[in-house]
Every structure is written in structure tokens, then in C-alpha cells.
């Protein structure tokens, strides 16, 4: 009979669990020390070893040939019969279907006869986290006055529903979920064993979907391993599982930064018409962002994530660009819940048309082939331009224009006003000189004026008879008039 990959490589050893190395280590040295306590709870998400540990930890205690490490021989008639799911002191109960009170009462009973054929007699609850008030109430009374040699195993997913009296009568242990390496580490194993081809990618796309859970995982890659007839490809994966491929995904996102949003949509609609599992395409788009996130915005993105070339191609997008992707991205799965998916999701790709507006002026230049001309440069600012600007902001847009119909000097970063002695009064000059130290001012003297512009025959007069100019202007047909 056709045995599930997950029970035929199921570890049989602690030094066969992958990873949970804080627990294991606990686990053989209480055992190892006689040191193991009457009640644990076993906590973290699904696939993580949890009931495994559980029955290894029955197998050191009952087992008769113990090895000095603390690991059971295997070997052994109790060991045998533990693997087999025949051992009589070993009791298994699903908390999620007897949850009572009236099932927690024959526990309660059956622990007083001491054990069948082990040394100690232990009961795993899965899914405790499922037991009603009244039943947790039940169990305590037992949890703290324990039979001698009988250890109950607490499993849960759930921790934080684990009433407080219980766990204050318990050893919790953490079970973490396990890294995509290590998930990716035995599923190799598994393949070499049972003469799998595979390639890499596909293997790593098969433990990014376990989500940290190595069941998962592996009962996956024993449907591929079916479905392929023992040869794993990335192609075959995605016809199998309806998931879009890493490139492709990672594609898409580059029309989404480039805002190329006709193909966008096209690619959309062609994978939604194939089958492809559009919430599992958005997740993937999402935790792509994310990565790209972490590479830049951490000092060593290698501890948390594996840097590839790809990232590195992403080293000059705007982290805002990003950021706006990820928050629309996020709002087309809320917004599923009022509409059709592909509708949200399409709706979504409208709204990065803004990103190509966050990415760097320069950038776009540099993209397009576009180049500033010297009429397309921006003109520089002139001095006076500046000063008149500050002015207007602090004193108004009157002061700020009889400034500018006046002219100027300007030498080493300073700037001197030329004020007409009849203006002068129209000016607060002490004023703009408080607040604007480096503004000079030189008032220009009627004499002066007048000086500067007379015409050279009026000159000649007032040097010639001594005369003083009462009065200079343009005549009604552009004749000087002096006097």
C-alpha cells in the first residue's frame, strides 16, 4: 500500500526534525536527566513539528534500549510499536471533536490505572486550544495533582486561547516556523530518495507556499511528484498549482514602476483566462515589494533576505514609488471584498500610472534618452531678482515693486539701490536695511540728477553764463528747454 511521502519520512529520531533545536535540546535533557514535567504545551503554527515532537518525547520515555544521549534506539519493541500507532499507553485525542466536558471526564478517569506496557503513559491533545471553558476547568484539577509516570502534551496553534490557570501548570515550548532554506534542504533529501528529477526554483516556489510549515511542503511535493511523474519543473508547477512563475511576477511589477499600464492589464486578463490563481499572483506581487523593501532600507539586507541580481536592479527606484505600490496593491484586496478581484486588481494598475510622476526627473531622462537642451536649462536667478523675492514675502508686493523699478549694483554678493532723491520718501529703507543687512542704499541728489540729464548744449550754457537749472524737460516736439 502507497504510503504519503509525509508519514514515510516523518522523523523517527529528534536529530531528524528539522530545525526547533531550543526544543529538542529541553526535551533530551529532561529526558536525559530524569527532569521530564507532568504537563507541556506545544505551541506554533501547523507543519512545525509539534505532534512529531510529541511522540518522540514518548518514545525516549518508554523506550528500552535509551540511548545516553536521550534519543530512543528505534529499535525496540515500544519503539516499533510507537512508529506504528499501536502502543497502548500512548493516547491521541483531536481537541477540535472531543472538546466536552464528559470527554475531559474520562480522561480524568482513565489516568488513575497506571500503564499498559511503557513506563509512562502519555496524552496528546491536538488542537487544545479547542476545548470549551468547562473542559480546560475540567483538566486542571489533574494538570496539578498529576498520576505518578503519566505526562500530558498540550499541542495548540492557537497559544494566546490556552486559558491562564492552564498555562501556569504547564512547560510551554515555541515551536518557529522553519526557514524556506531548511524547507528547501529535505525536500531535497526526499526527491534523492525517491529518485525525483527537480529543479531548484521549483522546489523554492514549493516552500514559499508551505509558509513555513514542513507537512505542508512536503504533502505538496508529493502531489507535484505525482502530477509530474517524478519530474518537477518549474512550468509543470505552475500548470499544477495555477501560480505564476518568479520572472513573471517580477515582470509585471516592472510595467506597474514603468507605468506601462496597457500591457499590464493585457498580462492580467491572460493569466486570469489560463486558470492562474489570481490571489496567489497578487500575494507573490506583494511580497516581491516587500523584499525589494528590506534590500533597501536595511544596512544588511543578507541576514534577513536572499539578495539576488534582481534586487540590485532595484537599487534606484524610489523607496515612495514602492511604498505607493505596496499601499495600492494592499487597497485592491480590500476593496475585493465589495467587487470582482480581477476588477479591484485592474483598477489598482490605473493607479500606478502616478508612479512614473514619484521616480526622479533625472531618471525618467535617463530612461527615455532625453536630454536637456540649453534653451530647455533653467535660466539662473539674478541677484536682484532674489532680494526683491524676500522683500515681497516680508513686506509686500509694493515694496517689492518699487525695488524693482529701481536700479541696482551689485559687487561680491552685495547689492547697492540706486534711490532718486524725490523716491526716497516712498521707500522705508530702515526698515528693509533691519530686517536685510546686506541691501545698500544710495539716494542720488537732485543736482545730480538734473546733472546726469542735461542734454551736452544746456552743458555749455550753464558753464558759459554760470546759470542754475530751475527746470529741464522735453518739449512738445522733443526740443531741450533749459532756464
Not at 300 to 308: A, G, L, N, T
Not at 402 to 431: C, H, M, Q, W, Y
Request: with cysteine.
Amino acid at each position: 500500500m502507497y504510503i504519503p511521502f509525509a508519514r514515510k519520512y516523518r522523523p523517527k529520531f529528534f536529530k531528524d526534525v528539522v530545525g526547533q533545536e531550543p526544543v529538542k535540546r529541553i526535551l533530551l535533557n529532561a529526558v536525559r536527566l530524569q527532569k521530564v514535567s507532568s504537563a507541556y504545551i506545544f505551541a506554533g503554527s501547523r507543519g512545525t513539528g509539534k505532534t512529531t515532537v510529541a511522540r518522540l518525547l514518548t518514545k525516549s520515555l518508554n523506550c528500552i534500549n535509551l540511548q545516553e544521549s536521550g534519543e530512543p534506539c528505534g529499535q525496540c519493541e515500544n519503539c516499533l510499536s510507537i512508529d506504528r500507532g499501536s502502543f497502548p499507553d500512548l493516547i491521541e485525542i483531536d481537541a477540535a471533536s472531543s472538546r466536552g466536558i464528559d470527554d475531559i471526564r474520562a480522561i480524568r478517569d482513565a489516568v488513575s490505572y497506571t500503564p499498559i506496557k511503557g513506563r509512562y503513559k502519555v496524552y496528546i491533545l491536538d488542537e487544545a486550544h479547542m476545548l470549551t471553558k468547562e473542559a480546560f476547568n475540567a483538566l486542571l484539577k489533574t494538570l496539578e495533582e498529576p498520576p505518578p509516570r503519566t505526562v500530558f502534551i498540550l499541542c495548540t496553534t492557537e497559544y494566546e486561547k490556552i486559558i491562564p490557570t492552564i498555562l501556569s501548570r504547564c512547560q510551554r515550548l515555541i515551536f518557529t516556523k522553519l526557514s524556506q532554506e531548511e524547507i528547501v534542504q529535505r525536500l531535497k533529501h526526499i526527491c534523492q530518495e525517491e529518485n525525483i528529477s527537480y529543479d531548484e526554483k521549483s522546489l523554492i516556489t514549493i516552500a514559499k507556499l508551505s509558509d513555513g510549515g514542513m507537512r505542508d511542503a512536503v504533502s505538496l511535493l508529493d502531489q507535484v511528484s505525482t502530477y509530474a511523474e517524478g519530474n518537477i519543473k518549474e512550468g509543470v508547477l505552475e500548470e499544477f498549482l495555477g501560480i505564476v512563475s518568479q520572472e513573471r511576477v517580477r515582470e509585471f511589477l516592472r510595467m506597474l514602476l514603468e507605468s506601462r499600464v496597457d500591457e499590464a492589464i493585457d498580462f492580467l486578463r491572460q493569466i486570469t483566462t489560463r486558470g492562474f490563481n489570481l490571489v496567489r499572483f497578487w500575494d507573490a506581487l506583494e511580497d516581491e515589494i516587500r523584499m525589494i523593501l528590506l534590500y533597501r532600507s536595511l544596512k544588511d539586507p543578507s541576514k534577513v533576505i536572499k539578495v539576488e541580481d534582481f534586487h540590485r536592479s532595484m537599487s534606484q527606484v524610489p523607496i515612495n514609488a514602492l511604498l505607493y505600490l505596496e499601499k495600492v496593491i494592499n487597497t485592491a484586496r480590500a476593496d475585493a471584498k465589495t467587487r470582482d478581484f480581477l476588477r479591484a486588481c485592474e483598477l489598482a494598475i490605473i493607479k500606478t500610472l502616478v508612479v512614473k510622476d514619484i521616480i526622479p526627473v533625472g531618471e525618467l531622462f535617463k530612461r527615455t534618452d532625453l536630454h536637456l537642451t540649453k534653451e530647455d536649462a533653467p535660466q539662473e536667478v539674478s541677484l536682484k531678482d532674489k532680494v526683491i523675492n524676500e522683500v515681497e514675502k516680508a513686506f509686500g508686493v509694493l515694496e517689492a515693486q518699487r525695488l524693482k523699478n529701481l536700479e541696482a549694483k551689485e559687487e561680491k554678493g552685495r547689492i547697492t539701490f540706486l534711490v532718486p532723491e524725490s523716491e526716497a520718501k516712498t521707500i522705508d529703507i530702515n526698515r528693509i536695511k533691519t530686517r536685510f543687512p546686506e541691501i545698500d542704499f544710495e539716494i542720488l541728489s537732485s543736482s545730480k540728477e538734473n546733472k546726469e540729464e542735461l542734454p551736452e548744449f544746456s552743458k555749455k550754457v550753464k558753464d558759459l553764463f554760470g546759470a542754475k537749472v530751475i527746470k529741464h524737460g522735453k518739449g512738445d516736439k522733443g526740443k531741450d528747454t533749459s532756464g
